[in-house]
């Protein structure tokens, strides 16, 4: 079936470095979403973006998060800069429309490592 | 406030014996709630998914799901669970509105021999 992949699996950086992780959504997919696992946590929703904007964020998007999917590439996070809070698995969806039967597909985390 | 709860972290069962997971949800109106599983270094995938309708889902490997109005539940069932079901399991509530996900923190399931 279709798949959203996400690079690295794994990234781990000194605090208050820059990082961005990559998703690759599936091909004909509009609505894209980042969430945000914690260990031992419940996965939770940080932002969801159509057509080059923001549609919503929680209050875990912080202002040192940022979203972009420049030319249809990857579908990224940038957190600049990094606190050790951030340290979590971050997961990527995509959808091709919002409601309906839509369902989100996810892809596999990246594990993020904030020292 | 929506949410949804999986009262049990940690399920261990014997191969072949039947399963239940269980989920509870909190949630203003008719959700739609969805079932996902979690294989080791994967991303999520849908086991099945609850649209208003028919309260019994079937889903992908043998699994189904009751939604249950009066209870504010989702619960998980297989009837013969196999060694390769070990893994994480997942529910989750969409939201109406931005169509964000709610997730519960997970059940691990274990099987035996």
């Known amino acids: 079936g279709p798949k959203v992949l996400q690079i690295p699996s794994h990234q781990i950086i000194d605090m208050g470095q820059m990082v961005t992780l990559n998703c690759d959504p599936v091909?004909?997919?509009?609505?894209f979403y980042w969430y945000k696992q914690i260990l031992g946590q419940q996965m939770e929703f940080l932002v969801n973006f159509y057509n080059g904007k923001v549609m919503e964020k929680s209050k875990l998007f912080k202002d040192q998060f940022s979203v972009e999917r420049p030319d249809g590439s990857y579908f990224t996070l940038k957190i600049q800069p990094t606190a050790l809070e951030d340290s979590a698995v971050y997961f990527c969806?995509?959808?091709?429309?919002?409601?309906?039967?839509?369902?989100?597909?996810f892809g596999p985390g990246t594990r993020l490592t904030v020292l | 406030a929506q949410s949804v709860t999986q009262p049990d972290a940690r399920v261990t069962v014997s191969e072949g014996a039947s399963l239940q997971l269980r989920c509870k949800y909190s949630?203003?109106?008719?959700?739609?709630l969805f079932w996902y599983v979690q294989y080791p270094r994967q991303g999520l995938q849908l086991l099945l998914k609850y649209y208003p309708g028919d309260p019994v889902v079937q889903g992908v490997n043998g699994f189904e799901a009751e939604f249950s109005k009066s209870n504010s539940s989702f619960h998980l069932r297989k009837a013969s669970v196999h060694w390769s079901d070990w893994a994480v399991y997942f529910c989750?509530?969409?939201?109406?509105?931005?169509?964000?996900?709610?997730f519960g923190a997970g059940t691990r399931l274990k099987v035996i021999a």
């Open positions: 949630y203003f109106g008719t959700p739609y």
């Open positions: 091909s004909n997919h509009l609505y």
């Open positions: 989750a509530v969409r939201i109406t509105g931005n169509y964000k996900y709610v």
């Open positions: 969806a995509s959808s091709p429309r919002l409601g309906g039967h839509a369902e989100q597909f």
